[in-house]
Protein backbone atom coordinates (compact mmCIF):
# COMPACT_ATOMS: atom_id res chain seq x y z
CA UNK A 1 0.00 0.00 0.00
CA UNK A 2 1.29 3.11 -1.08
CA UNK A 3 1.92 5.94 1.69
CA UNK A 4 1.96 9.07 0.17
CA UNK A 5 0.15 10.23 -3.53
CA UNK A 6 2.19 12.55 -5.48
CA UNK A 7 -0.28 15.01 -7.58
CA UNK A 8 1.33 16.33 -11.10
CA UNK A 9 -0.24 18.73 -12.57
CA UNK A 10 0.53 19.21 -16.16
CA UNK A 11 0.53 21.27 -19.18
CA UNK A 12 2.25 22.66 -21.85
CA UNK A 13 5.92 21.94 -20.26
CA UNK A 14 7.01 18.82 -22.42
CA UNK A 15 10.44 20.39 -21.90
CA UNK A 16 10.59 19.99 -18.83
CA UNK A 17 8.55 17.28 -17.09
CA UNK A 18 11.56 14.16 -17.96
CA UNK A 19 13.53 16.03 -14.89
CA UNK A 20 10.53 16.58 -12.59
CA UNK A 21 8.81 12.78 -12.78
CA UNK A 22 12.35 11.35 -13.08
CA UNK A 23 12.98 13.57 -9.97
CA UNK A 24 10.04 11.58 -8.05
CA UNK A 25 10.79 8.10 -9.11
CA UNK A 26 14.25 8.83 -7.86
CA UNK A 27 13.43 9.40 -4.51
CA UNK A 28 14.82 7.44 -1.71
CA UNK A 29 11.55 6.33 -0.10
CA UNK A 30 9.74 4.44 -2.70
CA UNK A 31 6.71 3.68 -1.28
CA UNK A 32 4.14 5.88 -3.17
CA UNK A 33 2.29 6.50 -6.48
CA UNK A 34 2.13 9.08 -8.77
CA UNK A 35 -0.79 10.73 -10.41
CA UNK A 36 0.06 12.63 -13.69
CA UNK A 37 -2.88 14.84 -14.74
CA UNK A 38 -2.55 16.02 -17.68
CA UNK A 39 -5.13 19.20 -17.93
CA UNK A 40 -5.62 19.16 -21.93
CA UNK A 41 -2.13 19.79 -22.96
CA UNK A 42 -1.93 20.31 -26.62
CA UNK A 43 2.00 19.10 -26.75
CA UNK A 44 3.67 15.77 -26.90
CA UNK A 45 2.71 16.07 -22.54
CA UNK A 46 -0.09 13.40 -22.94
CA UNK A 47 1.96 10.79 -24.56
CA UNK A 48 4.89 11.33 -22.55
CA UNK A 49 2.75 10.82 -18.94
CA UNK A 50 1.14 7.44 -21.30
CA UNK A 51 4.83 6.62 -21.35
CA UNK A 52 6.05 6.56 -17.83
CA UNK A 53 2.70 4.83 -16.90
CA UNK A 54 3.12 2.01 -19.34
CA UNK A 55 6.88 1.65 -17.56
CA UNK A 56 6.54 2.28 -13.92
CA UNK A 57 3.57 0.60 -11.98
CA UNK A 58 3.61 3.31 -9.94
CA UNK A 59 2.57 6.45 -12.54
CA UNK A 60 -0.90 6.46 -13.20
CA UNK A 61 -2.76 9.15 -15.62
CA UNK A 62 -5.74 11.10 -15.82
CA UNK A 63 -6.64 13.14 -19.43
CA UNK A 64 -9.07 15.64 -19.01
CA UNK A 65 -10.01 18.94 -20.54
CA UNK A 66 -8.09 22.27 -19.87
CA UNK A 67 -9.22 23.79 -16.86
CA UNK A 68 -6.04 25.35 -14.86
CA UNK A 69 -3.75 24.48 -12.17
CA UNK A 70 -6.31 24.25 -9.70
CA UNK A 71 -8.71 22.44 -11.20
CA UNK A 72 -5.94 19.95 -12.39
CA UNK A 73 -4.42 19.65 -8.73
CA UNK A 74 -8.25 19.03 -7.88
CA UNK A 75 -8.83 16.25 -9.87
CA UNK A 76 -5.07 14.55 -8.29
CA UNK A 77 -6.88 15.03 -4.83
CA UNK A 78 -10.39 13.40 -6.32
CA UNK A 79 -8.06 10.49 -7.53
CA UNK A 80 -5.91 9.82 -4.80
CA UNK A 81 -9.10 10.09 -2.30
CA UNK A 82 -11.15 7.25 -4.81
CA UNK A 83 -8.45 5.25 -5.96
CA UNK A 84 -5.43 4.92 -3.60
CA UNK A 85 -5.35 3.75 0.01
CA UNK A 86 -2.11 6.71 0.91
CA UNK A 87 -2.33 8.70 3.86
CA UNK A 88 -0.16 11.41 2.71
CA UNK A 89 -0.38 14.19 -0.31
CA UNK A 90 2.18 15.88 -1.98
CA UNK A 91 1.90 18.52 -4.72
CA UNK A 92 5.06 18.68 -7.63
CA UNK A 93 4.53 21.71 -10.25
CA UNK A 94 5.74 19.82 -13.65
CA UNK A 95 8.88 22.09 -14.33
CA UNK A 96 9.97 21.88 -10.99
CA UNK A 97 12.14 19.38 -9.18
CA UNK A 98 12.75 17.48 -5.73
CA UNK A 99 15.57 16.26 -3.54
CA UNK A 100 16.64 12.62 -3.67
CA UNK A 101 15.28 12.71 0.13
CA UNK A 102 12.66 15.00 -0.55
CA UNK A 103 9.59 12.61 0.48
CA UNK A 104 12.02 10.61 3.42
CA UNK A 105 12.64 13.77 4.97
CA UNK A 106 8.98 15.09 5.11
CA UNK A 107 7.16 11.89 5.88
CA UNK A 108 9.82 11.26 8.32
CA UNK A 109 9.76 14.42 10.14
CA UNK A 110 5.59 13.99 9.93
CA UNK A 111 5.72 10.46 12.04
CA UNK A 112 8.18 11.44 14.52
CA UNK A 113 6.54 14.95 15.16
CA UNK A 114 3.19 13.47 14.65
CA UNK A 115 2.51 16.20 12.53
CA UNK A 116 -0.35 16.13 9.68
CA UNK A 117 1.36 18.62 7.69
CA UNK A 118 5.23 19.45 7.08
CA UNK A 119 5.93 22.54 5.03
CA UNK A 120 10.69 22.27 3.80
CA UNK A 121 12.00 25.50 1.87
CA UNK A 122 12.59 25.83 -1.51
CA UNK A 123 15.24 26.41 -3.83
CA UNK A 124 14.93 28.64 -6.96
CA UNK A 125 16.72 27.97 -9.80
CA UNK A 126 16.68 29.02 -13.65
CA UNK A 127 16.03 27.37 -17.04
CA UNK A 128 19.68 26.05 -16.80
CA UNK A 129 19.09 24.69 -13.08
CA UNK A 130 21.23 27.56 -11.58
CA UNK A 131 20.71 28.11 -8.59
CA UNK A 132 19.45 31.77 -7.81
CA UNK A 133 18.34 31.89 -5.07
CA UNK A 134 19.18 29.37 -1.72
CA UNK A 135 19.21 30.90 1.91
CA UNK A 136 15.76 32.09 3.37
CA UNK A 137 15.12 32.93 6.88
CA UNK A 138 13.37 29.78 7.68
CA UNK A 139 13.53 28.06 11.04
CA UNK A 140 13.03 24.74 12.22
CA UNK A 141 9.50 25.14 14.05
CA UNK A 142 7.24 22.86 15.61
CA UNK A 143 3.44 24.46 16.07
CA UNK A 144 0.17 23.81 17.68
CA UNK A 145 -1.13 26.47 18.25
CA UNK A 146 -3.12 28.21 15.18
CA UNK A 147 -2.37 31.54 16.59
CA UNK A 148 1.15 30.77 15.83
CA UNK A 149 0.51 29.40 12.95
CA UNK A 150 -1.18 32.05 11.35
CA UNK A 151 1.51 34.32 12.63
CA UNK A 152 3.90 32.75 10.47
CA UNK A 153 1.75 32.94 7.53
CA UNK A 154 1.71 36.79 7.64
CA UNK A 155 5.64 36.79 8.42
CA UNK A 156 6.72 34.43 5.96
CA UNK A 157 5.08 34.28 2.10
CA UNK A 158 7.31 31.10 1.56
CA UNK A 159 4.72 28.71 3.67
CA UNK A 160 2.17 29.33 1.13
CA UNK A 161 2.66 27.77 -2.10
CA UNK A 162 1.14 24.23 -2.33
CA UNK A 163 4.00 22.21 -3.72
CA UNK A 164 6.79 22.54 -0.78
CA UNK A 165 4.68 20.27 1.68
CA UNK A 166 3.74 17.01 2.81
CA UNK A 167 -0.33 17.02 3.65
CA UNK A 168 -2.28 13.95 5.93
CA UNK A 169 -5.49 13.69 3.27
CA UNK A 170 -7.52 14.50 6.17
CA UNK A 171 -6.90 18.21 5.46
CA UNK A 172 -8.39 17.65 1.63
CA UNK A 173 -11.35 15.46 3.09
CA UNK A 174 -13.70 19.33 2.54
CA UNK A 175 -11.19 21.23 0.94
CA UNK A 176 -10.25 21.45 -3.07
CA UNK A 177 -8.36 24.74 -4.66
CA UNK A 178 -10.81 27.67 -5.93
CA UNK A 179 -10.97 27.07 -9.88
CA UNK A 180 -10.16 29.65 -11.86
CA UNK A 181 -7.35 31.82 -9.66
CA UNK A 182 -4.34 32.51 -11.04
CA UNK A 183 -2.99 32.83 -7.19
CA UNK A 184 -4.63 29.63 -5.75
CA UNK A 185 -2.29 29.19 -3.16
CA UNK A 186 -3.02 32.21 -1.48
CA UNK A 187 -6.70 31.24 -1.72
CA UNK A 188 -6.07 27.49 -0.04
CA UNK A 189 -3.79 28.24 2.55
CA UNK A 190 -5.45 29.32 5.55
CA UNK A 191 -7.82 26.55 4.78
CA UNK A 192 -4.87 24.57 4.99
CA UNK A 193 -3.66 25.65 8.23
CA UNK A 194 -6.92 25.61 10.12
CA UNK A 195 -7.49 21.73 8.93
CA UNK A 196 -4.42 21.21 10.35
CA UNK A 197 -3.61 19.77 14.12
CA UNK A 198 0.30 20.06 13.87
CA UNK A 199 2.32 21.80 11.62
CA UNK A 200 6.47 21.22 11.37
CA UNK A 201 8.50 23.88 9.66
CA UNK A 202 12.05 22.30 8.20
CA UNK A 203 14.87 24.63 6.81
CA UNK A 204 16.28 22.32 4.63
CA UNK A 205 16.07 22.99 0.57
CA UNK A 206 14.79 19.81 -0.72
CA UNK A 207 12.58 21.41 -3.12
CA UNK A 208 14.08 22.89 -6.50
CA UNK A 209 11.55 25.71 -8.09
CA UNK A 210 12.15 26.59 -11.50
CA UNK A 211 11.73 30.20 -12.66
CA UNK A 212 11.00 30.44 -16.27
CA UNK A 213 10.94 33.34 -18.32
CA UNK A 214 7.38 32.59 -19.75
CA UNK A 215 5.63 31.27 -16.82
CA UNK A 216 2.13 32.66 -15.75
CA UNK A 217 3.68 33.97 -12.49
CA UNK A 218 6.39 35.96 -14.47
CA UNK A 219 3.43 37.74 -16.55
CA UNK A 220 1.35 40.45 -14.28
CA UNK A 221 -1.73 40.76 -15.60
CA UNK A 222 -4.91 42.59 -14.21
CA UNK A 223 -6.31 39.52 -13.34
CA UNK A 224 -3.43 38.29 -11.59
CA UNK A 225 -3.36 41.36 -9.49
CA UNK A 226 -6.83 41.25 -8.80
CA UNK A 227 -7.00 37.96 -7.56
CA UNK A 228 -3.66 38.53 -5.15
CA UNK A 229 -6.10 41.33 -3.94
CA UNK A 230 -9.15 39.39 -3.15
CA UNK A 231 -6.67 35.98 -1.90
CA UNK A 232 -5.25 38.64 0.49
CA UNK A 233 -8.24 39.96 1.52
CA UNK A 234 -9.96 36.43 2.00
CA UNK A 235 -7.25 35.50 4.47
CA UNK A 236 -7.75 38.36 6.55
CA UNK A 237 -11.61 38.09 6.68
CA UNK A 238 -11.13 34.33 7.09
CA UNK A 239 -8.53 34.79 10.19
CA UNK A 240 -10.77 37.23 11.50
CA UNK A 241 -13.85 35.06 11.49
CA UNK A 242 -11.60 32.66 13.47
CA UNK A 243 -10.01 34.68 15.44
CA UNK A 244 -6.82 33.76 14.84
CA UNK A 245 -5.47 37.43 13.24
CA UNK A 246 -1.61 38.17 14.26
CA UNK A 247 -0.86 40.56 16.66
CA UNK A 248 0.80 42.66 13.88
CA UNK A 249 -1.30 44.75 11.44
CA UNK A 250 1.63 44.88 8.53
CA UNK A 251 -0.26 42.95 6.43
CA UNK A 252 -3.12 45.15 6.25
CA UNK A 253 -1.16 48.49 5.38
CA UNK A 254 0.29 46.15 2.82
CA UNK A 255 -3.20 45.25 1.25
CA UNK A 256 -3.97 48.89 1.34
CA UNK A 257 -0.29 50.32 -0.20
CA UNK A 258 -1.38 46.81 -3.10
CA UNK A 259 -4.46 48.17 -3.69
CA UNK A 260 -4.34 52.16 -4.76
CA UNK A 261 -1.31 52.02 -6.02
CA UNK A 262 -2.78 49.42 -8.92
CA UNK A 263 -5.83 51.81 -9.65
CA UNK A 264 -4.46 52.88 -12.53
CA UNK A 265 -3.82 49.14 -13.76
CA UNK A 266 -7.18 48.03 -14.32
CA UNK A 267 -9.43 48.76 -17.19
CA UNK A 268 -13.68 49.44 -17.59
CA UNK A 269 -13.87 45.88 -17.47
CA UNK A 270 -11.68 45.24 -13.84
CA UNK A 271 -12.28 48.32 -12.54
CA UNK A 272 -16.08 47.07 -11.26
CA UNK A 273 -13.90 43.86 -9.46
CA UNK A 274 -11.87 46.43 -8.42
CA UNK A 275 -14.16 48.60 -6.64
CA UNK A 276 -15.65 45.01 -5.10
CA UNK A 277 -12.45 44.40 -3.43
CA UNK A 278 -11.68 47.99 -2.60
CA UNK A 279 -15.14 47.90 -0.25
CA UNK A 280 -14.33 44.74 0.98
CA UNK A 281 -11.24 46.21 1.78
CA UNK A 282 -12.10 49.33 3.60
CA UNK A 283 -14.55 47.34 5.82
CA UNK A 284 -10.96 45.87 7.21
CA UNK A 285 -9.61 48.91 7.54
CA UNK A 286 -12.06 50.48 9.48
CA UNK A 287 -12.60 47.35 11.79
CA UNK A 288 -8.77 48.04 13.15
CA UNK A 289 -9.36 51.91 13.55
CA UNK A 290 -9.94 51.37 16.99
CA UNK A 291 -7.21 49.54 17.40
CA UNK A 292 -3.99 51.85 17.94
CA UNK A 293 -0.84 51.07 17.06
CA UNK A 294 -2.25 50.38 13.81
CA UNK A 295 -4.14 53.83 13.85
CA UNK A 296 -0.16 55.24 13.92
CA UNK A 297 0.77 53.06 11.13
CA UNK A 298 -2.05 53.95 8.88
CA UNK A 299 -1.65 57.35 9.88
CA UNK A 300 2.15 57.96 8.95
CA UNK A 301 2.03 55.51 5.62
CA UNK A 302 -1.23 57.27 4.43
CA UNK A 303 -1.72 60.12 6.37
CA UNK A 304 -4.15 61.95 3.82
CA UNK A 305 -6.12 58.93 3.20
CA UNK A 306 -6.72 58.41 6.42
CA UNK A 307 -7.34 61.43 7.79
CA UNK A 308 -9.59 62.42 5.19
CA UNK A 309 -11.36 59.00 5.08
CA UNK A 310 -11.84 59.20 8.55
CA UNK A 311 -13.69 62.76 8.86
CA UNK A 312 -15.81 61.74 6.00
CA UNK A 313 -16.96 58.09 7.76
CA UNK A 314 -17.78 60.97 10.94
CA UNK A 315 -20.16 62.69 8.62
CA UNK A 316 -21.60 60.63 7.42
CA UNK A 317 -22.30 58.81 11.12
CA UNK A 318 -23.62 62.21 11.85
CA UNK A 319 -25.71 62.50 8.94
CA UNK A 320 -27.51 58.69 9.68
CA UNK A 321 -27.97 60.20 13.61
CA UNK A 322 -29.85 63.65 12.19
CA UNK A 323 -27.20 65.87 13.46
Request: charged share 30%; hydrophobic share 40%.
Amino acid sequence: MPQITVVVPIYKVEKYIDKCVESILAQSFADFDIVLVDDGSPDDCPQICDTYAQKEDRVFVIHKENGGLSDARNAGIDWAMEHSNSEWLAFVDSDDFLHPDYLKTLLNTAQSEDADLVICDFIRVNDQLEVIEKQHKFYDLILEDKKQLFEILYKNWRIVPAWNKLYHKEIFNELRFVFGKIHEDNFAIHHVLMNCRKAVLISQGLYYYRIRDNSIMKTETAKSKLDSFEALIEQYEFCAEHDVLPPKAGAAVEFLNGVLENKQDFDKENKHRYKALKRRFSKIYFSVRSNRRLKKILGFYFPKLYFKTGKTLVKRSLIKEGK
